[in-house]
């Protein structure tokens, strides 16, 4: 070895290599003495010149290695392996010659391989991007690697002597491809390699099938490799087109059309994209025009994001197809409509032939519009557009497919199919997804074809989402201007104007808006006062232009009336916000109008104004003692009923804004006068004494309402405090109390139809006095019976008046004289007070049983009240429903209907089973008789049995009698009725034990259809509308398993399943339910080669798909829901942006790296077919813009995957 000593820079190659030959002599006779690889000194040795500062000698070593390999004296893989640590440390020329000879050796590698193939046995690269990774990448990670020096040796490989080599060499350099082209980190100088791809494309199919995956592969969510993306298209493109690969070229003109987007959101010059776009268009024109629609689709989003610099080139391909081709649905050019649109208030910007293109494509779209027929020259089908390999490479082309599927799948005679697409959206529970289509929400609502109805169903889906997306609301109002503008139905432009002020939102449109109003004022001052005040509601800064619009007079007499209404409305809706803000600006205006409107025609506005002064005494802006003082003068003789039923409710705030001073008690004195005179007198409308009556509830006795106020004709006969003068009797009418017999004469002397609401007022007195009772007025001496009037209450007491007038009464038996007084004392006493009514002997009230049903309802009702507190009251009801036949009379039975859920827990279990079977038979035979109609007594029977289990029975024996009645109906009615509707609603409030019991097929002894379907719709109901589970979502489990060997029967599942899941609206426990569904199909693939348990993991997996379609939701894209249920192909192609989609929302996004990872895990497993393993791969790749995928040590592992 002391010759090498004497190589220097200088030295020849002959001398280089006689050398290195006798280095080459001793390592082979080394090896053929059996002397092991690590003690041949000679390797070493070499390995020390490979990293020899002279370039010949440090090439000819690297070259010697490959030599000992091809012989067979060394082993590949370790002077491979031995050739790669050497990179690290190597300098760039050193790095370039070790490069060599691992190249070599490479090849020998694929020499060999290729050589031991079999008849039709196809090659495969054993390498991999991070597994097994593929020696070129390794070195391409060198931070000394020479990237034209790799880039030169990829494209010798490629184009290499040997056929063999040749003819394998892409598959053989796959990982290397992928890792160069699809790498977030653009690599340097790669675009040599891609030409040279290209060029191998034209003869080598794995070439060509190997473009498209890179495309696939390829990112775009940075500037960087957007731009580099773009790059690769455009050569692609334009080598298709050189190749006259239409159909590729089609394919990769939609990527186009989306990488053109994304440039703009980057800030990058479009244009080479746009006109690399025309030429396609140019080219195959004649080839088809299936691929328009979704082309428009995607352009109609530029034209929002575009540079109006850039406009014209894509307006130029726009009018290609609009305006030459005369193709693009209706529905499609209303989205570039709109579009075009948002440009109308800047075309300054513009330049003038973007304006003329601008100009043409919009005649041409109103003008088809107007046309009643199609004049498409060709029509596109874009479900003929083949192989669309395009349609995953991003969720918004899948979208754009979608999307332009559907509007070709509407029927253009009808606008049914427009209406259950919009009916199906679910812009509340799935708003994020919602957003994304709006864009074709809005071309939609551009159109004129649908119906009014179906309109308005647009219209409030839009609305709905402009509140949540402000940047949505400044994009669309031009849009909406230009609708405003040019609509001719009266109603749907009023519902335009109503809705302007919605787009306040967004704090950039108010101008617009403001102006819009403004000019609409000089027409309609009273239309835009609501319009102001709506605007107000969302943007309170425009108040000053509301308050001017009020400040405004009316100068024209025929409508001067209507305009005070809306002034007046405005000012207390006002008032009733923002009182204490605003309230002091309006009082003025209240004054003028009180003042002007004195007149029949001015009621309405009258009584708006004293709703506002109402509102504003009660938030104390003004004083109400002051402002009384005011309007005494003006309402002292008021005979208008609307304005007198806005002053009593002016009355009945006044306890509540109680203040100690002499001139707020002659308020209340005032106050009680005018409403007892309106209660006392004959000519009063029976609406203003109700009204009144409501009033004097707030005015309690003693501290503010005393004998005084009372109306003579109600105190007369009136025991109280008297005194003779001059031997005539006088009532003290200073004493405090009111004796609670002026009560049962108010009863008497009022008339018949204002008897409830005196009723009413009786009550409320008397719940504040039982309110304020101790605990010795209920204490009963041991042994003595409970007595039969309430002699221990205070004498004034309105309760104990009205219960001896009742008891006096009762001796009449069906005699009595006053039944509508007795009728209305019973009603006084039947309400729910906060505690009971003291010991008493209730058997009076049967005495009036048969006055009428409104007085045996009253009697029922304080029995159900009395129920646990007093034996006598017990008695009567029990005795009474003992007694009961249910096909007396209906009304009673509707009213124990009614009290089930009250008196079950104070009544004798054996009366109780025998009432509720005997009730339950009876109606269920009616009911079954009249075909279970709506409404039908069973159906009330159930819907109070439900209130039963949710009210505060807390009686086991008491549940368990009612769970075995609705449990014995559940086989007899109709699956589809309304009956079992509400049968669900029922079984859904049991006890969870119950409902397994009930619904869950493990615990039956058979399994009936019937029965199954009915526990599925009753389990689905569960989901939405039974919280007893931690996740509602686990009461699918036992019907899940249930339809798991029913393969016939799974479609009516899965309909059940999408509804329920559409309308499921928790992000947090579906996405939890989903996890936990993965833990289950992982434990099932443990065991795949048992054949039941791989069934199981494909139905599991259907359930998944299919959630995800529809949680996302992405199922509306099919226009109905049971496409998804029943349509495998259909719910498959959705899956992939469906997930993308769904990964976006909050609790799913924490899950995204699980949901990945073990799509990558079916993915490969061999025994998940090959139609599930392709749409969860197109799932990956769908979704590999998102940041997750950025990282090293991840992407490797997803790019190119592959079984």
Aim: contains cysteine.
């Amino acid at each position: 070895m002391d010759e090498f000593k004497n190589i220097t820079k200088t030295s020849s190659v002959v001398k280089i290599s006689a050398c290195l030959e006798k280095i080459f002599k001793k390592i082979t006779e080394s090896r053929e003495k059996k002397i092991s690889e690590q003690n041949i000194k000679e390797i070493e040795f070499l390995k020390t010149q490979c990293k020899s500062d002279i370039v010949q000698l440090s090439l000819l070593s690297s070259q010697t290695f490959v030599r000992l390999v091809e012989g067979g004296v060394l082993d590949a893989s370790n002077v491979l392996t031995m050739l790669i640590s050497m990179l690290p440390n190597s300098s760039p020329t050193q790095h370039t010659t070790i490069t060599e000879g691992i190249v070599s050796i490479l090849l020998l590698g694929l020499k060999r391989k290729v050589a031991l193939l079999k008849e039709n046995e196809k090659f495969q690269c054993q390498f991999g991007l991070k597994t097994q990774q593929h020696p070129l990448i390794t070195l391409l990670q060198s931070s000394a690697v020479n990237m034209n020096d790799v880039a030169n040796k990829i494209v010798g490989i490629c184009n290499h002597h040997d056929q063999q080599v040749k003819e394998h060499s892409v598959e053989y350099l796959r990982p290397v491809f992928l890792y160069i082209l699809c790498n977030p980190q653009t690599l340097p100088d790669s675009k040599t390699i891609w030409t040279g791809l290209l060029s191998l494309s034209k003869t080598n199919h794995s070439a060509k099938q190997l473009v498209q995956e890179i495309f696939s592969w390829c990112k775009f969510n940075s500037s960087t490799t957007c731009l580099f993306s773009s790059i690769l298209l455009i050569e692609a493109i334009e080598h298709c087109l050189n190749c006259n690969d239409l159909t590729t070229v089609i394919d990769l003109c939609i990527f186009q059309a989306l990488i053109v987007n994304n440039l703009t959101k980057y800030g990058i010059d479009p244009r080479p994209s746009l006109h690399c776009l025309l030429r396609v268009l140019h080219n195959t024109r004649e080839h088809t025009v299936n691929h328009y629609n979704v082309l428009l689709i995607l352009l109609a989003e530029s034209l929002h994001l575009l540079s109006p610099n850039y406009l014209h080139d894509l307006l130029r391909i726009i009018a290609f197809i609009v305006v030459q081709e005369c193709c693009g649905n209706q529905y499609i050019l209303n989205m570039c409509l709109d579009g075009i649109i948002q440009w109308m208030s800047q075309t300054a910007f513009i330049p003038a032939e973007g304006l003329a293109l601008a100009h043409q494509v919009v005649r041409k779209i109103l003008a088809r519009g107007k046309e009643t027929q199609s004049v498409e020259t060709t029509k596109v089908r874009t479900s003929d557009l083949k192989p669309a390999e395009v349609r995953y490479f991003h969720p918004d082309i899948a979208i754009a497919f979608d999307l332009a599927k559907l509007v070709e799948s509407f029927d253009e005679s009808e606008f049914k199919d427009v209406f259950t697409f919009v009916d199906a959206l679910n812009v509340k529970a799935n708003s994020m997804f919602c957003q994304r289509l709006h864009l074709f929400l809005r071309a939609l609502f551009l159109s004129q074809e649908p119906s009014v109805d179906c309109w308005f169903k647009i219209y409030e889906a839009i609305l709905e989402i402009i509140k949540v997306n402000g940047g949505i609301a400044y994009d669309f109002l031009m849009t909406y201007i230009f609708k405003l503008a040019g609509e001719q139905q009266p109603e749907i432009q009023m519902e335009l104007l109503r809705g302007l002020p919605s787009f306040a939102v967004s704090k950039d449109n108010i101008p617009m808006i403001l102006n819009t109003i403004r000019n609409l004022t000089i027409e309609n001052a009273t239309f835009c006062m609501d319009l102001y005040l709506r605007l107000w509601r969302i943007e309170p800064r425009t108040y000053p232009f509301l308050i001017k619009l009020l400040s405004t007079p009316q100068k024209d007499n025929n409508k001067r009336w209507e305009f005070e209404i809306a002034k007046t409305h405005t000012i207390r809706e006002i008032c009733y916000e923002k009182p204490t803000q605003h309230g002091s600006d309006l009082v003025s205006h209240l004054s003028d109008t009180l003042n002007s409107c004195t007149d029949d025609a001015g009621d309405l506005a009258t009584s708006h104004a004293l709703d506002a002064i109402v509102a504003l005494c009660d938030s104390h802006t003004v004083n109400i003692i002051s402002t009384w003082r005011v309007l005494s003068t003006k309402f002292r003789h008021e005979r208008r009923p609307r304005a007198l039923k806005s002053l009593y409710r002016f009355f009945a705030h006044i306890p509540l804004l109680h203040t100690p001073t002499l001139e707020y008690e002659q308020l209340v004195d005032e106050a009680l006068e005018q409403l007892w005179s309106t209660v006392s007198r004959s000519d009063s409308e029976s609406e203003l004494v109700r009204e009144a009556l409501a009033a004097l509830k707030n005015f309690e006795i003693g501290s503010l309402l005393s004998m005084r106020h009372i109306p003579m004709q109600y105190r007369q006969d009136t025991p109280g405090v008297r005194e003779y003068v001059g031997g005539r009797e006088v009532v003290d009418l200073q004493q405090e109390m009111v004796p609670g017999e002026v009560w049962v004469h108010l009863l008497q002397k009022i008339r018949p139809e204002c008897g409830a609401s005196a009723a009413d007022l009786i009550a409320h007195h008397i719940y504040a006095e039982i309110n304020g009772y101790r605990s010795g007025v209920y204490r009963l001496p041991e042994g003595k019976p409970e007595p039969r009037k309430l002699q221990g209450l205070f004498p004034q007491s309105p309760l104990r008046a009205v219960v001896n007038y009742l008891v006096g009464q009762s001796r009449f038996g069906d005699h009595v004289t006053e039944p509508h007084v007795v009728t209305n004392a019973l009603r006084a006493i039947s309400k729910k007070f906060p505690k009971p009514i003291p010991p008493l002997d209730w058997c009076f009230l049967h005495g009036f049983f048969h006055l009428s049903f409104e007085a045996r309802k009253y009697c029922i009702l304080i029995a159900k009240n009395q129920l646990l507190h007093s034996g006598t009251a017990r008695r009567l009801l029990e005795n009474f429903l003992v007694d009961f036949e249910p096909n007396c009379f209906e009304e009673d039975l509707l009213l124990l209907f009614s009290l089930l859920p009250e008196i079950s827990n104070g009544i004798s279990l054996q009366i109780l089973k025998s009432f509720a079977e005997k009730i339950a038979i009876y109606s269920f035979k009616e009911s079954q008789l009249s075909g279970f109609t709506e409404g039908c007594l069973f159906e009330k029977f159930i819907d109070s049995v439900k209130y039963i289990f949710l009210g505060k029975c807390d009686i086991p024996e008491v549940l368990d009698i009612f769970t075995l009645i609705i449990e014995r109906y559940m086989d007899s009615m109709d699956l589809d009725s309304r009956l079992f509707e509400r049968y669900t609603e029922v079984v859904s409030v049991l006890h969870p034990n119950s409902i397994d019991g009930l619904t869950s097929p493990a615990n039956w002894w058979e399994t009936p259809i019937g029965k199954l379907k009915k526990a599925t719709i009753i389990r689905c109901y569960l989901v939405l509308y039974n919280t007893q589970l931690p996740n509602p979502l686990k009461w699918l489990t036992p019907i899940i398993d249930a339809y798991s060997t029913r393969r016939e029967e799974q479609p009516f599942f899965f309909r059940h399943l999408v509804s329920t899941l559409y309308a499921f609206n928790s992000d947090e426990q579906s996405c939890q339910w989903i996890m936990e569904m993965f833990l289950q199909i992982q434990a099932l693939l443990a065991e795949s080669s048992n054949k039941e348990k791989l069934d199981k993991v494909l139905y599991l997996l259907d359930i998944f798909i299919l959630a995800v379609v529809v949680l996302s939701g992405c199922a509306v894209l099919l226009g109905n829901l049971d496409s998804i249920a029943t349509q495998r192909k259909d719910r498959f192609a959705l899956f992939p942006e469906s997930l993308q989609f769904l990964c976006e929302h909050v609790f799913w996004k924490d899950q995204e790296a699980k949901i990945y990872e073990f799509l990558y895990n079916l993915y490969k497993n061999s025994a998940i077919p090959e139609v599930y393993a392709a749409i969860f791969k197109n799932a990956i790749i769908c979704s590999r813009n998102k940041t997750y995928f950025d990282n090293k040590g991840i992407w490797t592992k997803y790019v190119g995957m592959r079984k």
